[in-house]
């Protein structure tokens, strides 16, 4: 027996304790896990269906003022997450938006059908049969249910169609953020070096021999975190500036057509075309210069209490920022 052999059964135990614990502290959040699940998902799902319901009836020239204004007042905010919109427009939206409606159904379907087996009560002792079940037994319930009334082509079907399109906002953020994310790999591996030479050994000696290993991958996640803020923060700054321009111009446009329509010319000034005034244009660099002085202002993150709504918005933001990074990192 060779003496690799030797060392990786005392390991064994190991695993399987870990493992053990892995799976107790799963069962133990099992219940509340649950719990939870069903209880947000229908909301978030009921959230989103009536914001799109209220989205699609809206007039076209209204939903072009309420798409400048974000532009013109968020653009810098959040800049890959409407860049990936406007690439997602080019590479399958539509796609995209059916196969969220087929997983939001099915989601719907599973939970209904889990609030019904949560009434149920077969040995008729007073008792609800899920709250006599252990966190292992009620995973497994809950896991065969899920099994039964899924539909796996329909599902299989959606969350394909949403990694192609995926794929397709990637590749076209990638190159449109390319000179971003080279700065953030050059300053990243400028910070490298230094951060290998003075901090990781003093780092070492701080920490337990067998944890050394872990140091210079950590230290290169620290960098490599340090270099995209610096970097994203300088295209924050670009992306708020032309985003406050071109959402401000959408923003004059659309109200100069509302005001068209309602017959408000404003003393002549809004005539029957937008090529024969300047006045949108004017417009819109007073929205735009208005647009990212707010931005900057509250320092191209939203404020409190919004930033708790909007949270979901922020946390994609981040994905997307890292995912397009690390495809070239």
């Not at 539509?94 to 019904?116: R, W």
């Not at 899920?146 to 990694?163: C, H, I, Q, S, T």
């Not at 399109?165 to 080279?182: D, E, H």
């Not at 000034?269 to 900057?296: C, H, K, R, W």
Request: with cysteine; proline share 5%.
């Amino acid at each position: 027996m060779s003496k690799k052999d030797g060392e990786a059964k005392p390991q064994q135990p190991d695993r399987v304790a870990q493992l053990t614990k892995a799976a107790e502290t799963l069962q133990a959040v099992a219940k509340p896990l649950i719990g939870a699940v069903t209880a947000a998902v229908p909301v978030v799902i009921g959230a989103a269906t009536k914001a799109y319901a209220f989205y699609s009836v809206l007039p076209k020239d209204v939903i072009s003022v309420l798409v400048g204004f974000i532009f013109c007042f968020f653009g810098g905010v959040y800049p890959t997450l409407f860049a990936a919109i406007q690439a997602a427009e080019h590479g399958g939206r539509k796609k995209a938006v059916e196969a969220l409606k087929d997983i939001s159904q099915e989601a719907t379907i599973i939970i209904e059908a889990s609030k019904k087996d949560d009434e149920v009560d077969a040995d008729k002792d007073g008792v609800k049969d899920v709250k006599e079940l252990d966190g292992k037994a009620l995973l497994m319930r809950k896991a065969k249910l899920v099994f039964l009334k899924m539909n796996p082509e329909r599902v299989d079907k959606a969350l394909g169609a949403m990694y192609s399109v995926w794929l397709s906002v990637v590749a076209a953020l990638t190159i449109q953020f390319a000179r971003t994310i080279s700065l953030a790999l050059t300053i990243s591996d400028f910070l490298n070096r230094p951060v290998d030479r003075y901090i990781a050994p003093t780092v070492n000696v701080a920490i337990p021999d067998e944890y050394d290993k872990w140091t210079p991958v950590i230290m290169r996640w620290i960098t490599k975190s340090i270099a995209m803020a610096i970097a994203w923060y300088i295209q924050t700054i670009i992306s708020a500036v032309s985003s406050a321009l071109s959402g401000g111009l959408i923003m004059s446009r659309g109200l100069m057509k509302i005001c068209r329509k309602k017959g408000f010319n404003m003393f002549g000034l809004i005539p029957d075309s937008d090529e024969e005034t300047v006045i949108d244009e004017i417009m819109s660099y007073l929205l735009a210069a208005a647009g990212f002085y707010f931005q900057f202002k509250i320092g191209f993150t939203v404020p409190f209490p919004l930033n708790l709504i909007l949270f979901p918005f922020q946390f994609v933001e981040y994905y997307i920022r890292w995912a397009i990074t690390g495809v070239t990192g």
